[in-house]
């Protein structure tokens, strides 16, 4: 499969080019304050010293990884801070593949977008193995998908764009199968805060040494511009990632990192719980809808997409063009997610207007 | 050569650790304030919305990369703001490898570590061409080195660490020797604004097709922890660089482009030339105290640094330690530098305490 970003793109533009009025439910940018401690945060560290404008480590700012050390209860030395969870996710690529152990990516269909175009851009290819009807992991496909030839399988848990929350034990299942083949397991736990279900673990209590786990701060503390993320990476693979690291982006950016360790420290968990109540509501009014729509869809148990299948209304890019057009909601279309749903459409909840939006399309396909 | 970087950090712990008092000289971060503005957009970017705290273009804020554009005096689309001058440097080399145009990358000697340990990431292999005695560039040597082999050559003026700032026809006759053997050239310009000859000329100005010019603010605004830099690629090359920024950092951070969007408006031309001319005259006081030491050096052109050589003190590890406890002042060997400057020690000027190290030096040497 080819990097499919510009699909992200072509969609906004068309929407933003619309005649009427359009709700965006496209991009995946929160659309909730960020905490009050990391606005200070900044405020205060434009009065530091010139000092406190030079590098952070390249690993990260030592505070900053001893509080993501503690709060994810692994060792310090495994923390590595990075540009956002994507410069994580390619990091952790990349070590999958510098291991000559094969060049297969297994990567599950649907699919994130950048995962493919990562794999592509360091020399692997990739391998889509769908996932279950509601979004939860086939272990059974996986492992028939596993050879000698697979590198790294990744997955992303709440996951995009299925709002699927994977059961632990699949996971471990997944390892296991990862063992057989020497591969790595990429986990991207971005969206660990926004899990509905109330049944998220995180890989990382796994404790295994073939997994590498990815997260940030993006999402939780609604600033996808600052590019804070980290990846923990086992003993055996945490010198290379540092390295490159290093050779790529030399460090992160330190007002950004600056901000979050503050606002990580100073935030009230009551923060994360507000943005995720919001997020459950928005879900309880746009599925009421797409009932009343006469849509298919799966609950989503996390994560900010809700992918929607309307009968006799496949998610190709001219029909979604058509419902910007004719309702006034934009969604990205599903074959920008791989092969898998390419008949749905995925609809991010990030908007204020989510309910309005909802309304739109019930009115539109359930009259 | 291998990746040199830990050897940064070898004498940074070994002075850090020192009993005496050891001036720092082995880190090239400013020790000056930043403009003015860019504290104050730092302050006023704390209050916007939460929109302004989501993912700037992947490019990079457009204001950012229209002030460059124009500053620079190149098309909009050419110029992508990286994570830092060491990401436009690495996308650089990443497109010279891409094209299947051979895997050598040439580098002069001495030569910036970053170089090679790229080179070698990016499956690339580097061969060092010494330079002139006095950090000029030999263009001959770099037209007898290059073949078919040869996808990229890399240049750095104001260089680091020799403190040359090479010629415009011999920048230009090297573009040649690349137009035969089919690579690119890499110019990073990073100390552009540490022009202290006066006769810098960017490599922009030959407007070549295989150019690829790389610069920042890390130095000109005193920001190294901000990482805002950028690259300005040649039509054929832009778009392969942007896709891969994409797929590894996604972005830049905001903040930080912010910051920098808004300094570099209103920032006076005093600034940059009040800090030139605090470095000229450290440029001053050090060097006449490598006279009365009775050392070899080159004046600097440019950049941060003083290259020197002090008869019967080879510039190896061993000696750079010595300095540190007998003499309080921490330089970097010149081993670290490539093969040409192994007698040599390269001493940052980025310290407040620049003279005072300075007559150290004239006393235990001159003595």
Known sequence: MEYEEPKFFHVMQYAAAADGDVIDMVSGNPDWEPPAALREALRDYADLSPDAFQYPPSEGLRELREAIATRRGVDLDSVIVTNGTGEANYLAMARAFDRDAGDEALLTDPVYPYYPGKVSMLGGTSTLVPTERDG?????????AASDETALIALNTPNNPTGAVYDLDAIRAVVSVAERVDALVLVDEVYDHFDLSGEFESALTLDSDRVIVTSGFSKSMAITGFRVGYGVFPDGHVSAAKTRHMLVNVA???????????????????????????????VDAFTDALDAAGAEYSRPEGAFYVLARFDDFPGTMANVKRLIDEVGVAGMPGEAFGHARGDWIRFALVTPRATEAAERLADHFGG
């Not at 939860?136 to 028939?144: F, P, R, S």
């Not at 950016?253 to 009551?270: K, M, W």
């Open 252 to 282: 992160g950016a330190r007002p950004s990192q600056y901000a979050v360790t503050h606002a990580l420290a100073e935030t009230d968990p009551e923060y994360y719980a507000d943005a995720r109540d919001l997020l459950a509501d928005r």
């Open 136 to 144: 939860g992991l086939d272990v059974d496909a996986i492992a028939a």
